[in-house]
């Protein structure tokens, strides 16, 4: 069928393209036609994202513009297909017309887009955002030409390591270049040599890359993999070596893949490759990253918290906490399963649509009632031991239920306290009833108790 | 269950937060409305006329718990209760208030009932001898607020109950009941 002329491409659920491993973005161009000149009977696609990568051209529907799903596929164009890209002709008619590029691709003979297809065409990109179409032509090239594909193409990791490889396959070896005798590994000693070797070259690498920051910048996708591989190796040896490994080293083995794990984030937003569509790129890819983290933490975390991860796994396209706060705030405009709360004191927190309220309602409910709290309130401190959160965060559940009704606040010298609302149960014509079965009644009974 | 004076103080004295003033609106309302009643109930069964917020007040503060209210919640509970036109400020800084656990208009009427009880329809006595003297012995009237006092014989004067009538010093005002 001619509709599906281009290649399919995966998006998330908060409408971010799902980039192949070491796939970094370059461009992104708002608003771009993408249409067929030669074969006019092809569909068109209107008025989308353009996203340029290291690998790929891709085009995402405009959110707001789609409305039945089945038009709401995201298409690809791999850069490997390109066999031609068209210098940008000036013309007077150019002048009033959207900025156009036009590339060849090689194609099936059906005329489905294909990497080294019998045929070729040219598709043509109508730029009609305000945007720079010379230096949108000009990453192009560099993508085209920097041939990033290649190396993945290829397909396993070890081909993008180099010399000093940590090699634990037999067969990795052979790809190095630099190291033509190779001792064999035997015993004590050649485990001992290996971890030497493995040793230097990663002190090497980190070298190398603190040399000055676009070195770093080149040494960015390898730190990474460098990361992703020691992790592995982590992983693999707390299996194999159980027996040898106690608690506390498992423990330190798990903060370290904690740690390497979230170096990870591959391809940042950042200002220069989104340009305009900055902040709602940032969110969208925000709303990727978090829900991990959200998970782990009970679905409910600290902006502050969010901005220290998010910006450790971008590494060094650091974002300022005022375009943190603009991303999420840009959340209520996308279909995306987060969102930004923010307290009454201010306090601004990220948590599921899912998470609710009322259970850590119902947990703070069953705390107060016990025999201690009716006694002595519960503090915020209290609170977050029992609830397994932060205090800060604790004290506003508490804040919440008291201006549910359900609490009341004691404050003293001896702190802010929260007792259960007893009001609710005294009967304001009789003061001296008391109401069997009630919180009255039971906070009566617990304080008796106590004297 | 603790006593203060002759009052029988409700269970909810020893609850810290009814101590602290809320900020919930209808948690505030509720202990608002607990306030006025154990305020006015104490001063009823202690003949307190007036208090003193920068004064001690014995059901302000809670030794048992180690709690008391501090001026704003004072304040709050006392105004509540002006608001109710069972009290009333007696300066503009809102530091002494009279409290009226009778209204004036009840006061009157127990004047009333108190004179003909005594047989006093027609005789003549002084505002003193009304406050401590030996026939109001055991009645409200017996050592109650002058201020309180005078407030209710004027009532009673507008209506033609009683004349009042000076002599040269303020205790020297004495009343004719024509009841």
């Known amino acids: ?451 | 269950m603790q006593k203060l004076g002759e009052l029988k103080l409700p269970h909810f004295f020893n609850y810290p937060p009814y101590f602290t003033l809320q900020p919930v609106r209808e948690t505030r309302e509720k202990q608002i409305q607990l306030w006025k009643e154990l305020i006015l109930d104490y001063c009823r069964t202690q003949k307190i006329f007036v208090v003193g917020l920068e004064e001690d007040f014995a059901l302000f503060s809670n030794p048992a718990i180690e709690r008391s209210l501090n001026h704003e919640a004072r304040v709050a509970f006392l105004s509540a209760i002006v608001s109710d036109g069972r009290a009333e400020w007696m300066d503009k800084g809102h530091r002494r208030c009279l409290i009226l656990w009778h209204r004036i208009q009840d006061w009157a009427d127990i004047i009333l009932r108190f004179v003909k009880d005594n047989g006093l329809e027609d005789s003549v006595m002084t505002v003193e001898e009304i406050r401590s003297g030996i026939e109001s012995r055991g009645t409200d009237i017996h050592g109650m607020d002058r201020t309180v006092l005078m407030r209710a014989l004027k009532l009673l004067e507008n209506k033609g109950k009683l004349a009042i009538f000076k002599g040269t010093s303020t205790d020297d005002e004495g009343v004719k009941f024509s009841v």
């Open chain 1, 1 to 451: 069928m001619a509709g599906n002329w281009l290649l399919p491409a995966e998006t998330t659920t908060s409408g971010r393209p799902v980039l192949r491993p070491g796939e970094v973005e370059f461009s992104l161009q708002p608003s771009v036609d993408l249409v067929n000149e030669e074969n006019p009977n092809f569909p068109t696609f209107k008025s989308g994202l353009l996203i340029l990568t290291t690998y790929r051209l891709l085009w995402l529907p405009n959110p707001e513009s789609t409305t039945s799903p089945s038009s709401s596929a995201a298409v690809s164009v791999p850069l490997a297909a390109v066999t031609h890209i068209f210098q940008s002709k000036r013309s007077i008619k150019g002048m009033f017309a959207s900025p156009r590029v036009r590339f060849q691709v090689s194609v099936t003979p059906e005329g489905r887009v294909q990497e080294r297809g019998s045929k070729s065409m040219v598709i043509t990109l109508v730029l009609r955002g305000k945007s720079d179409p010379d230096s949108f032509l000009g990453k192009f090239w560099e993508a085209w030409r920097g041939k990033a594909w290649e190396g993945s193409v290829s397909g396993s990791v070890e081909g993008v390591e180099g010399p000093g490889s940590l090699g634990d396959g037999g067969g990795s070896s052979s790809s190095d270049t630099g190291l033509a005798l190779k001792m064999p590994v035997v015993g004590v000693s050649g485990i001992l040599r290996k971890e030497q070797e493995m040793w230097e070259s990663t002190d090497k690498s980190l070298q190398d890359a603190f040399q000055d920051l676009n070195a770093l910048m080149n040494k960015a996708k390898d730190m990474v993999m460098l990361a992703e591989k020691m992790r592995q190796k982590l992983l693999s040896g707390s299996n194999s070596q159980a027996n040898v490994t106690n608690d506390e080293e498992m423990g330190s083995k798990e903060e370290m893949q904690d740690w390497l794990l979230s170096v990870g984030i591959v391809s940042p937003v950042t200002k220069e490759s989104a340009g305009a569509l900055y902040h709602q790129q940032l969110s969208r890819q925000l709303a990727d990253f978090v829900k991990i983290p959200l998970e782990k933490a009970g679905g409910i975390m600290n902006l502050i918290d969010i901005y220290c991860l998010f910006n450790r796994a971008r590494g060094t396209e650091l974002i300022s906490p005022d375009d943190l706060l603009r991303a999420c705030s840009l959340w209520e405009k996308f279909n995306v399963p987060v969102m930004l709360k923010k307290f009454e004191s201010g306090v601004m927190v990220i948590q599921n649509k899912s998470h609710s309220d009322e259970e850590v309602f119902s947990r703070i409910r069953s705390l107060v009632q016990k025999p201690d709290a009716l006694q002595t309130g519960v503090s915020a401190t209290d609170a977050a031991r029992t609830l397994g959160i932060a205090p800060a965060m604790a004290k506003e559940h508490l804040l919440a239920a008291e201006s549910k009704g359900f609490l009341c606040r004691d404050v003293s010298p001896d702190g802010f306290r929260f007792y259960v609302n007893i009001f609710q149960d005294i009967d304001p014509n009789d003061e001296y009833l008391v109401k069997e079965y009630g919180v009255y009644d039971a906070w009566i009974r617990a304080t008796i108790a106590s004297r």
